[in-house]
């Protein structure tokens, strides 16, 4: 099964994806990289409490994630894999091919970021990135939950306004 | 600043989520910050507070009261910034778990148990309130006094039991709950007739092969509607 969704979302472990994903996936395992997250021992156990107990949960760096991915790939069961942002995914696809499609689930307001859906805010650099993604052959779209309709990059792209 | 809990949702965006219901619950706090509501500390404070900020509403208490504390204790403003962003997900996690996927359909269950049991209509919405709104405000109740006795160290309170395996033991008893519920309903609601009878069970059982089919395929409200329209005409038909 494998790690079955690659998803950028800034709250990284929350009810979208524990109960959202989590549920219609059957979820067993969260692989969650942030290099900062992995060296912080509060934050860790912070993002451990809000994990349901019947999922495993690893803290990789960018760089022990690459490294692992062949580990994560032959799960039988089924997992996802999270970042904050898009330049670690970015990174993650630089070391890893296996990776077809990148999921937008949550990029949330902050200064120099504007918005392209209501759950959406893209800075210069989060575009410049997503599109490096995208020229590699791997899909972009940006999704919420299951239920919700995807949207492909270049159609996020051109939207203004939450 | 728990009655301002009851707020939060108020000024609800996209931009800020619930980050101005945030500041405004703690702000009764901040105002003992030094120099007083004019200080610059205060003033910091809450803009500090303002930011995004997205997490399960009643869990929010938890955040409310760890990070009261730690303006007050004048902690390092990057750390505060630093629990913010990384408090957000698992209070939505715990709290989206345990109210909206277990209590609240568990409320639901025994409301409809006890509409099935014989209880007026105006009953059965009062006993629905009082006992979800108990666990609601216990919740925020907690969840203050958590925050507040923790501070940012608050991570180990929410490895309560009541959190790691409550949804699990709320979601089976829910099971149990709607097992005995359906039944006593659908005899209320058809009355003795065993055609009535038969007919609302085919139709709830279609419903809910179709909803488990259909299961993170579909918005919950638009499944809600569907339900809903079955249920009316079924009962139309029935009567």
Redesign the interface.
């Known amino acids: 099964m494998a790690i079955e969704l690659y998803r950028v979302d800034?709250?990284?472990?929350?009810?979208?994806?524990?109960?959202g994903w989590g549920?219609?996936?059957a979820l067993r395992f969260i692989v969650l990289v942030d290099d900062?997250?992995a060296g912080s021992d509060?934050?860790r156990?912070?993002?451990?409490?809000?994990?349901?107990?019947e999922v495993d949960l690893y803290f990789e760096t960018t760089e022990s994630a690459v490294a692992r991915m062949p580990e994560f790939a032959a799960r039988p069961d089924p997992g996802l894999l999270l970042t904050a942002d898009v330049a670690t995914m970015s990174r993650l696809c630089d070391g890893c091919t296996a990776i077809r499609e990148v999921n937008i689930g949550g990029l949330?307001?902050?200064a120099g970021r504007s918005?392209c859906l209501?759950?959406v805010f893209l800075s210069a650099e989060d575009e410049v990135a997503l599109k490096s993604i995208a020229a590699r052959g791997v899909r972009v779209i940006a999704q919420d939950?299951?239920?919700?309709d995807p949207v492909e990059l270049g159609d996020l792209l051109t939207k203004d306004g939450? | 600043m728990l009655a301002r809990l009851l707020t939060l949702q108020g000024s609800y965006n996209y931009e800020t989520m619930i980050g101005n219901g945030l500041a405004f619950a703690m702000e009764p706090a901040l105002r003992l910050l030094p120099g007083g509501r004019n200080g610059a500390a205060y003033r910091d404070a809450i803009a500090r507070q303002s930011r995004y900020f997205n997490a399960h509403p009643y869990l929010a208490a938890v955040a409310v009261g760890a990070l009261a504390r730690a303006e007050l204790s004048l902690e390092d403003p990057a750390r505060i910034e630093r629990f913010r962003t990384a408090s957000c997900g698992p209070l939505g996690s715990v709290g989206d778990r345990l109210v909206w996927a277990a209590w609240l359909p568990a409320c639901s269950a025994t409301a409809l148990a006890a509409f099935g049991l014989g209880l007026s209509w105006q009953a059965v919405v009062l006993l629905f309130l009082l006992v979800y709104n108990a666990g609601h405000v216990a919740l925020r109740v907690w969840g203050l006094y958590a925050g507040w006795t923790h501070g940012l160290a608050v991570a180990s309170a929410l490895g309560a039991p009541l959190f790691r395996q409550g949804p699990s033991v709320l979601t089976r008893a829910l099971a149990g709950i709607a097992g005995a519920a359906i039944p006593l309903m659908v005899a209320r609601a058809a009355g003795t007739r065993p055609l009535g009878v038969a007919i609302i069970v085919a139709v709830g059982a279609a419903g809910g092969l179709a909803l488990v089919q259909l299961e993170g395929r579909v918005a919950g409200w638009r499944a809600a509607i569907w339900v809903l329209t079955a249920f009316i005409t079924a009962g139309v038909l029935v009567r």
Not at chain 1, 45 to 53: I, Q, S
């Open positions: 800034d709250r990284l472990i929350h009810g979208q994806v524990v109960i549920h219609p996936l900062n997250v509060w934050e156990e912070l993002y451990r409490m809000g994990t349901p107990p949330h307001h902050r918005p209501p759950y939950l299951p239920a919700s939450a």
